[in-house]
């Protein structure tokens, strides 16, 4: 409460209404599958086109090599092409996939190590180039001789740290001779080693100057370059090679141990009399394909920024439609799911295995599932392969996350994601008919199908669940929203006062959302109090409930519900006898 020590006017303001709610994005995906390259460990990383998604993790992987596993890139590519706007990737490896590696110089003790950023045989590809260079000069003014030993004072001696290696030039006779910064203050410095009188240069074109030693780093992949200038080997300096390249996205950098004697620091680095240094980077190795399991995609959990496969999106709150692109292993989709419904705040898009073209097969890998967290979708879509310029099978879940993506943004996501064109797509790998889909949808699995001057659709809104209530996956995803919703916005009421003034102004705040909500047709109802009702009082809380700092609110929303079975009765109509 303020204070009103002396007489006058006080203005103050007070929160007396509801509070704004902002509804959370629902269009958000996370993918993880095998890539070219990557991090494969920590926290998912934020792609929001497909030029980007090369530009982190590589391209199109070849069916050679990747096998069944190769589909990451072609899902998170159409699901940018179906409408997806931004997804987050976490990157799956054989536990023997090793990172590239080269040294410099080739040595027993090399003084630089590089290490790939992340496991590969693109890591053998990279480029590292060294020169020499120099940031700073400055001539000496004037030695200072006192008895612990001397002392040089400089024209500027900013830029210059105790521990680096400096070379004293005097041009006009073309001499180099190197030292050690032991001490710089004020424009004064000392060195391991004394200097000559005719280290001063009093002119105004100086000959004669001390010269800060360091180098140059290039590294490139492609069309990627990295350019790191006047690094060090000094750990005082600020321009230390390991401090300027800790946030490279190509390599990682150690340096070895550095030789007491003075000499030149690109000897050090690069070799005797070189005059610049490519290094050769090898080893690098995608690793065993056949050595894959699914543990892998499951991932390991080893805390917070070392988590990996499924387990890394523990890290990342922004996600709400999850996909494995063409990973089938039910111990993996099983996983997945249950990441979802742990969470209670995303959606699973699995794929059904390529091969079950048979009504058997596919109702076999559907019973493996009940859950209102996921949805199962099938056949597999025919696209263009840019890698191999022919039409090339691939699992629907990546287009079909951009679908929900593209209905949310243009419709919202009461909006079931259905009759929906699939884009940039030629064909399917099987057909299914209208028999055959009479079968499969009440069994939850939605079909894509093709129509005659409608094109490739998906035809199907169902989740896999055996609960009725739950069945739609609009509903499932509206619940979603609403709960996540109300979760980001009302934590201003945590440590309020839990009373009456509190419960109105709760009931208040969640009243105008869901209006607005009831207002953009998201829920059934001709009035508000069809659609929804909130209730927070003393008829959903006991006294226990406030003395032990619970506030308890009861919502009840109506989803709308799609019209999947549209229906006309047409009778016939005669004339009636005059």
């Not at 002392?151 to 030039?169: L, M, Q, T």
């Not at 490139?220 to 990295?226: L, T």
């Not at 070392?306 to 999850?322: E, Q, W, Y």
């Amino acid at each position: 409460m303020a204070e009103y020590l002396s007489p006058g006017v006080y203005v103050e303001e007070f929160d007396s209404g509801s509070k704004p709610m902002e509804g959370v994005s629902t269009s958000t995906a996370g993918f993880i599958g095998l890539a070219e390259r990557g991090p494969v460990e920590g926290t998912p990383q934020l792609v929001t086109n497909f030029a980007e998604f090369i530009r982190k993790y590589g391209g199109y992987l070849s069916e050679n090599e990747f096998g069944e596993y190769r589909f990451l890139a072609y899902g998170v590519e159409h699901f940018f092409i179906n409408g997806g706007s931004r997804c987050f990737i976490t990157r799956v490896a054989p536990a023997d996939a090793a990172a590239a590696k080269g040294f410099s110089p080739d040595s027993e003790k090399p003084v630089l190590s590089f290490t790939a950023k992340n496991p590969g045989a693109w890591g053998n590809n990279l480029q590292i180039r060294l020169t020499p260079a120099s940031k700073n000069k400055t001539p000496v003014l004037e030695i200072v001789s006192l008895p612990e030993g001397k002392k040089y004072r400089c024209k500027n001696s900013s830029g210059f740290y105790p521990g680096d290696i400096v070379a004293f030039r005097d041009t006009e006779n073309n001499t180099v001779v190197y030292n050690r910064v032991v001490k710089n203050q004020d424009n004064v410095m000392e060195f391991a080693e004394e200097f000559g009188d005719e280290v001063v240069d009093t002119s105004l074109l100086p000959v004669r100057f001390i010269q800060s030693c360091e180098f140059n780093l290039e590294v490139s992949y492609g069309d990627q370059v990295e350019m790191y200038e006047n690094l060090s080997l000094n750990p005082e300096a600020p321009s230390h090679i390991e401090k300027k390249t800790a946030k490279s996205e190509l390599i990682q950098i150690e340096t070895g141990e550095i030789p007491d004697e003075i000499q030149p620091v690109f000897d050090l680095v690069a070799g005797q009399d070189m005059k610049e240094r490519i290094v050769t980077m090898t080893e690098g190795s995608n690793g065993s394909i056949a050595s894959l399991s699914a543990d892998d995609f499951i991932g390991k959990d080893e805390g917070a920024g070392k988590r990996t496969g499924i387990k890394a999106f523990l890290d990342n709150d922004m996600v709400s439609i999850m996909a494995i692109p063409g990973v089938v292993d039910p111990n993996v989709q099983l996983s997945l799911v249950a990441h979802c419904e742990n969470l209670g705040s995303r959606f699973a898009v699995l794929d059904i295995p390529r091969n079950a073209k048979t009504i058997d097969d596919v109702i076999a890998h559907r019973e493996l599932f009940d859950t209102n967290y996921a949805a199962l979708y099938h056949p597999w879509l025919q696209v263009f392969d840019p890698l191999d310029k022919k039409n090339l099978s691939i699992p629907p879940s990546g287009s079909v996350a951009g679908i929900y993506a593209r209905s949310d943004t243009t419709r919202g996501v009461h909006k079931a994601p259905a009759n929906e064109v699939v884009r940039s797509c030629v064909g399917l790998d099987c057909a299914f008919n209208k028999g055959e889909q009479d079968i499969l949808n009440p069994k939850g699995v939605n079909l894509i199908r093709s129509f005659p001057g409608m094109g490739i659709r998906v035809w199907g809104a169902r989740t896999a669940t055996s609960d009725g209530s739950w069945k739609y996956i609009n509903v499932r995803r509206l619940f979603i929203y609403i709960e996540e919703s109300i979760k980001a916005n009302t934590s201003w009421v945590v440590f309020e006062p839990n009373d009456e003034n509190l419960w109105v102004r709760v009931r208040r705040t969640i009243d105008v959302f869901l209006t607005t909500l009831w207002r953009n047709g998201s829920l059934a109802g001709t009035s508000t109090d069809e659609a929804f009702f909130v209730n927070v009082g003393r008829d959903t809380m006991t006294q226990d409930d406030i003395d032990n700092g619970r506030l308890i609110c009861v919502i009840g929303v109506a989803p709308v519900k799609p019209a999947e079975f549209v229906i006309f009765r047409i009778s016939q109509k005669t004339g009636d006898a005059q």
